[in-house]
């Protein structure tokens, strides 16, 4: 039992390790007068138009990831639950 909660916290902390890193890489993409930077967690990072930033449409965009991480979200919680997989009921 000790060495199970031994292992579990290993595995959250080397899961930290890795969000922190995935927060901290950049990835950037550009299309004509428009780049995008996104970070590893799949978050926008900056959106600049014609070289100006563009905070407004940095937050409607994470807004709407959001939206749609929870949805997916829920949709295969009710997947799962009809698994009949223990803690993934509705």
């Known amino acids: 039992m000790i060495d199970e909660m031994k292992n579990m916290m290993a595995l959250q902390k080397k899961a930290g390790e890795i969000q922190e890193k995935l927060g ?5 993409a550009d299309e ?14 900056s959106v600049l138009i ?25 949709e295969m919680k009710e997947v799962m639950g009809n ?6 009921s509705k």
Do not use: R, Y
Request: charged share 25%; aromatic share 2%.
């Open 24 to 28: 901290n890489t950049h990835i950037e």
């Open 32 to 45: 004509g007068n428009v780049t995008i930077t996104i970070n590893g967690k799949q978050e926008c990072v």
């Open 50 to 74: 014609d070289g100006k930033e563009q905070p407004d449409i940095v937050k409607a965009f994470n807004k709407a990831l959001k939206k749609s991480q929870e949805i997916a979200a829920h």
């Open 83 to 88: 698994l009949g997989i223990p803690g993934m």
